[in-house]
C-alpha cells in the first residue's frame, strides 16, 4: 500500500495465463478462456513476454474475476479482521480496507489501554467488570492478531478471578481446622465465629465446607460472614448441628433467636438466613454463645 504499486489487469488465453510463473489460481476451480489476469506491480505484457522468469514469483498474479482499485495507495490501510473454517480443509479471511481498517486500529487502541485498566483493579471490581469486557471484544472489528492477544490477557484475568475463588474455601477450611484443634483441647460442643475470606466468591458455599468440618467431629457451629460491599443482606449465618445434639440445639431456633423474623427456614440440624448489618459483632458472638451454652448445658 504505502509502496503505491499500480494495478494492472488484462484478458488473455487460459493456456497464456496459466503459463506465467507464480501464477495464482483457486484449486478445481473452472475458468473461463479467455481469462482476465490480474497483477499488482508488472504490466500483463510484461508478463507474457517472459512468463517463465522467475522473479514473477514475488508478485501478486491472480486469475481474478474482478478488481476494485487501480493502485494499491486507493486501499489507505488494510486488516485482516476475522479467520474461520467452511469446510474440509477451507478456511475464510475476512479483511477491510480503507475507513473500515482505520477504524478497526483505533478501537483496538480504545480496547488495548481499557485492558490495561482492568489489570489494575481489585478483584471485586474486575468481577463486576470483566464479563462486560470480554463481550465488548467479542462484538468489536478489530485486527484478529490484536483481538487474538487482548482474549490471552483476558484470559489471564480469568484464572486469576478463579483462583482468587479457591482461596475462600482454604480460608475457610484453614480457620475451621484451627478452630477444632483448640475446641479437642477445650471439649467444647460448639463453636460460633466470624469466618474471613480473602475472597467473596461463593461465600456460602466456603461457610459450608468450614461447617462440614466441625460437624464431622461432632461440634455444632454457627458460623458468620459479612460482605462489606453489599447494603441489604450482606451478613450470612449458617448454623449446623450434629445429629446427636438436635434434641437439645436447633439449628433454626438459634438462628432465629439471634436475628429474629429474619431468620426463616432450616431445620434443627441446618439452617442458613442473612440480614442487613450486625451493629456489635462481638455482643452479638457473645449472644450466640450463650444461647448455644443454654440449650446445651455447657
Not at 476494485?68 to 474440509?88: D, K, L, Q, W, Y
Not at 470480554?134 to 492477544?149: F, G, H, L
Not at 442458613?272 to 449472644?287: E, G, M, N, R, T
Request: net charge positive; aromatic share 6%.
Amino acid at each position: 500500500i504505502l509502496k503505491n504499486y499500480q494495478v494492472y489487469y488484462e484478458v488473455v488465453s487460459l493456456e497464456q495465463a496459466k503459463a506465467v510463473s507464480g501464477i495464482r489460481c483457486v484449486f478445481g476451480e473452472k475458468y473461463p478462456d479467455p481469462v482476465r489476469v490480474l497483477c499488482i506491480g508488472v504490466s500483463i505484457q510484461d508478463l507474457l513476454s517472459n512468463p517463465s522468469d522467475t522473479k514473477w514469483n514475488e508478485y501478486s498474479i491472480e486469475l481474478c474475476g474482478g478488481t476494485h482499485i487501480s493502485t494499491t495507495s486507493e486501499a489507505e490501510a488494510f486488516t485482516i479482521v476475522s479467520e474461520e473454517t467452511v469446510g474440509t480443509g477451507i478456511r475464510r479471511i475476512i479483511a477491510v480496507t480503507g475507513d473500515a481498517a482505520n477504524n478497526a486500529f483505533k478501537t483496538a487502541n480504545v480496547l488495548e489501554a481499557g485492558l490495561q485498566v482492568l489489570k489494575t483493579l481489585q478483584i471485586e471490581e474486575l468481577k463486576q467488570r470483566v464479563s462486560e469486557f470480554i463481550s465488548e471484544v467479542d462484538r468489536s472489528v478489530i485486527p484478529a492478531w490484536r483481538k487474538i492477544a487482548i482474549k490471552s490477557e483476558l484470559a489471564k484475568l480469568q484464572d486469576k478471578l478463579k483462583n482468587h475463588g479457591k482461596s475462600s474455601f482454604k480460608d475457610a477450611l484453614v480457620q475451621a481446622e484451627v478452630v477444632l484443634e483448640q475446641l479437642k483441647l477445650s471439649g467444647a460442643k460448639f463453636h460460633v465465629a466470624k469466618i474471613d475470606l480473602q475472597s467473596q466468591k461463593n461465600p456460602n458455599k466456603a461457610l459450608i465446607e468450614a461447617s462440614k468440618t466441625l460437624l464431622q467431629h461432632g461440634i455444632a457451629s454457627l458460623l458468620i460472614y459479612i460482605d462489606p460491599s453489599k447494603k441489604r443482606k450482606g451478613v450470612i449465618l449458617l448454623a449446623k448441628v450434629p445429629e446427636a445434639l438436635t434434641s437439645k440445639l436447633s439449628a433454626s431456633e438459634w438462628v432465629r433467636y439471634l436475628i429474629g423474623g429474619e431468620g426463616k427456614g432450616g431445620n434443627s440440624g441446618s439452617a442458613q438466613s442473612a440480614c442487613d448489618s450486625i451493629d456489635d459483632l462481638v455482643a452479638f458472638i457473645s449472644k450466640a454463645s450463650e444461647y448455644a451454652r443454654d440449650k446445651l448445658k455447657e
